[in-house]
């Protein structure tokens, strides 16, 4: 009772044709908020963003991209989700450039570190009880809290780590409408490799030792518990401007104990200066996007909005991103 490309045009083709492919579905077991995607740019290129890693958005696919960052970014992202869902994320990551004398020859070791938000919940969940009566409705909300940190011990490698903090909670549950929540550690490990300006290759494991450990000493007298583990999942991916600048392709390949293998493909042309149009396949589900950057109040300001399909006849998700470089 209480359970609750050679060229855009082609690959943008490859999408289409590619989008009845089958694969596993993100929304069983623990932590699939943190399974979604993240950020507008990155969502539109079927989630290829291992070996991109570039902005805030590195914190939650590679942390080596954070020592890479020139000027400190702040993003806000916001995805339009049905059956009464909210996903939000705000994050903000900046690069540590430290000072040396240039008369000593010394070199130094450049890093960086990003913290962020991201936020997962669902209201008016219809509790029934046995006779298929309504009597109350529940919510229940998910939070990431990171911290992340990288460096670069060479001018074409980088390596990095983030550190989440997880909370679940379940608010008015049980006979005293008490509120049951868990929290949980995790820990991400990234390293990003670029030999060529054009070119780039990224690896990262996630969830390390992430879990949720419920008991229900607040539900029934009987205390029980309950382990859920959070699927560890291994991604690899390659990116590359090549033959054509304004061209960026990606492609990651990942595998997960739980879900096998899975692969992505994305996309990014520059058309102007400042308009992009991105498009992207996230195994079998096609997603499209774009962007545009302009001045606001001095700063450069990125809009960016992606279209996200979803299989099995899910309905499909709108994201949009705002981007302030500081």
Request: glycine share 10%.
């Amino acid at each position: 009772m209480k359970k609750i490309s050679l060229s855009f045009l082609i690959i943008t083709l490859a999408v289409i044709l590619l989008a009845g492919q089958a694969g596993a579905v993100d929304g069983y077991y623990a932590g699939s908020f943190l399974r979604m995607g993240l950020g507008a740019r990155a969502t539109a290129m079927g989630n290829a963003f291992t070996a991109i890693a570039e902005g805030t958005l590195a914190s939650y696919y590679n942390p080596a991209g954070v020592p890479m960052l020139k000027n400190p970014q702040l993003t806000l992202s916001y995805r339009f989700l049905s059956l009464d869902r909210n996903f939000n994320y705000i994050g903000f990551a900046t690069g540590i450039r430290p000072k040396i004398d240039e008369e000593s020859g010394e070199t130094a070791i450049n890093g960086g570190i990003a913290v962020s938000w991201i936020h997962a919940g669902v209201d008016n969940i219809d509790g029934r009880d046995f006779a298929g009566n309504h009597y109350q409705d529940f919510s229940n909300g998910e939070n990431s809290f990171a911290f992340s940190f990288g460096v670069m011990p060479m001018k074409s490698l980088s390596i990095g780590f983030t550190g989440r903090v997880l909370y679940n909670r379940f608010p008015d549950m049980g006979d005293g409408n008490s509120t049951i929540s868990t929290t949980a550690l995790g820990l991400d490990l990234g390293v990003l490799f670029r030999p060529l300006e054009y070119l780039s290759f990224g690896a990262v494991v996630k969830n390390i030792n992430a879990k949720y450990d419920w008991k229900t000493d607040k539900l029934w007298e009987r205390d029980i518990e309950k382990i859920d583990r959070f699927p560890m999942t291994f991604r690899f991916g390659v990116a590359a401007r090549y033959p054509y600048p304004w061209l960026l392709v990606a492609a990651d390949v990942e595998n997960s104990e739980l879900f096998g293998w899975r692969f992505s493909l994305g996309t990014e042309a520059q058309l102007m200066e400042k308009i992009f149009l991105r498009a992207g396949i996230n195994d079998g589900a096609p997603a499209f996007g774009g962007g545009y950057i302009f001045k606001l109040l001095g700063r450069e300001t990125q809009v960016q909005y992606a279209f996200v399909t979803k299989k099995y006849n899910a309905d499909s998700e709108h994201i949009f991103s705002w981007v302030i470089v500081l």
